[in-house]
């Protein structure tokens, strides 16, 4: 079935997504089956996958790809003295993703261009009269801090067409943002890592129990003491005018107009209170949070 702009325009009214988020979405989709039909396939992971699905779509498709690849399994093959390491990396990356040997097909009609600035591969996809720029930024993480599992992922415009990636846990991304929220409280700077909790504990199952020993291992490596202060101290925000201003920018800025701060709080808070509690405590932590009912069972 080849891909046109009536069948983005179709497939997007019974998604509830605008045409301009479709062909963005179709485009980034057909971006990550050619980034995971590389010979890196194995050794990157996707930090942004819950920005690709029908309801992310929905709110505004994401433009950029987020990637973490292991250094130690990379950087010994392809470093050269001088070199960049993510721009070596991204070069031979991008060789492999566009050539003529991969004989999948996505999206028809579609045309790419390249260009590798700052350790960022951005690119500009033209699609009959329309553009649309994505950026793949390419992290390095430590052996011992990569992580990831595999998940298969269906393209939204071509169902039953599906391909196995490999995503940085849910796990890992929730006890990043966590040790972030409770180190800086209110000097956090960056109030996305509410929201991207907030999407995921509004999407995924998660395992307490790992999220807590990433949590407290990042506490031990960055000298944090873990106190019952810090989460009292989160708890009174619900009516901090200075985090509401905040929250509202960074809605704007993510062209959404939920959740309200008190919601993505309150949320956030039921999942690392109990959490951190054991830490603080010393406990175990056992509980998978159930995110259909919102809560730990």
């Not at 050794?43 to 929905?58: K, M, Q, S």
């Not at 890592?193 to 990042?218: F, N, P, Q, T």
Request: charged share 30%; aromatic share 12%; net charge negative.
């Amino acid at each position: 079935m080849k891909v046109t702009v009536s069948l983005l325009k179709k497939t997007g009214a019974e998604h509830g997504v605008t045409f301009p988020n479709m062909l963005a979405a179709v485009i980034t989709e057909d971006l990550l089956k050619r980034l995971f039909s590389t010979s890196f396939a194995n050794v990157i992971c996707l930090r942004n996958l819950c920005d690709f699905t029908g309801e992310a779509y929905a709110r505004g498709a994401s433009r950029r790809v987020e990637l973490y690849y292991c250094e130690r399994q990379i950087v010994p093959d392809l470093k050269s003295p001088g070199a960049p390491v993510g721009e070596e990396v991204l070069s031979k990356m991008v060789s492999e993703m566009f050539s003529e040997s991969l004989t999948f097909s996505c999206l028809e009609d579609v045309t790419y261009n390249t260009e590798i600035r700052d350790e960022l591969l951005e690119i500009t996809a033209k699609f009959d009269k329309f553009e649309v720029p994505v950026t793949v930024s390419l992290i390095p993480l430590p052996e011992a801090s990569f992580r990831a599992t595999d998940s298969r992922f269906e393209l939204l415009i071509k169902p039953g067409m599906d391909f196995f990636i490999y995503e940085y846990p849910p796990e890992c991304i929730l006890a990043d943002n966590g040790f972030e929220i409770f180190e800086k409280l209110e000097l956090l700077g960056e109030m996305n890592m509410y929201l991207e909790a907030y999407d995921i504990l509004s999407s995924k199952m998660v395992s307490g129990r790992v999220v807590r020993e990433w949590l407290l291992h990042y506490c031990e490596k960055n000298g944090l003491a873990p106190t019952l202060e810090r989460l009292e101290s989160l708890r009174g925000y619900r009516d901090y005018k200075y985090m509401q201003k905040k929250w509202k920018v960074l809605l704007r800025r993510k062209k959404r107009t939920a959740p309200a701060w008190n919601e993505a709080l309150s949320l956030v808070l039921d999942f690392y209170g109990p959490i951190w509690e054991a830490i603080c405590e010393n406990g175990i932590f056992l509980e998978d949070w159930m995110y259909e009912i919102r809560k730990f069972m």
